[in-house]
């Protein structure tokens, strides 16, 4: 098993889209394929680069006001099947599920949502499924993808980027997973404290 991967198509589900477009653009250089939703999609589109929805990948459109965009097996299949493992790979084949090698995430600012005074319903809204289950895939499966769990991350991307291309080694990739845990840990860990704390 090689430890240097290649980047050939990446996923972007991000809510805040400030500092990205340094990193689509090194991505888009090097030949990199997007897949995205809603209005990460139409930033992405808006820089002209282009870009596949999510929903044309998998034949539903977004649900359930938003709730279910990314949870169907063309993505998650995508994400978690092991390159180096035959039956993995038959399974892949035999569903048209195509093999996705970047994740970048920025979650639903829930701790802020939760500072700023807002509703329950809207504090509800902003916890976060389908990117913590995109975070969670793509770090369980660090021998192959690479996770980008945040903007905080961004720049490390970029320096490989520019010193190497779009290629990671298996140490980044696992430095990557590690940074993944940690975000995914914090963040379930601030929605515990929320609901430990509701009076009634």
Do not use: W
Request: glycine share 8%.
């Amino acid at each position: 098993m090689s430890e240097t991967k290649k980047i050939k198509t990446a996923l972007v589900s991000v809510y805040h889209k400030d500092g990205l477009e340094l990193l689509l653009r090194k991505l888009h250089e090097e030949g990199v394929q997007f897949l995205s939703t809603g209005g990460t999609r139409t930033f992405i589109e808006s820089l002209g680069f282009p870009c596949q929805a999510v929903e044309d990948l998998t034949g539903y459109p977004s649900i359930l006001g938003g709730r279910v965009k990314t949870l169907h097996p063309k993505v998650f299949g995508g994400i978690l099947g092991r390159r180096a493992l035959v039956e993995d790979q038959a399974e892949m084949e035999k569903y048209e599920i195509s093999p996705i090698d970047l994740v970048i995430v920025d979650l639903y600012p829930f701790e802020a949502t939760v500072a700023s005074g807002a509703s329950e319903a809207d504090i509800i809204e902003k916890i976060d499924i389908g990117g913590i289950s995109l975070i969670r895939a793509a770090a369980k499966n660090f021998q192959d993808v690479v996770i980008v769990p945040s903007k905080a991350e961004y720049a490390t991307l970029s320096e490989i980027l520019a010193e190497r291309g779009a290629a990671t080694t298996l140490k980044e990739r696992r430095q990557f997973a590690t940074a993944a845990f940690g975000v995914s840990s914090r963040y379930d860990t601030a929605i515990r404290a929320y609901f430990a704390n509701i009076k009634n």
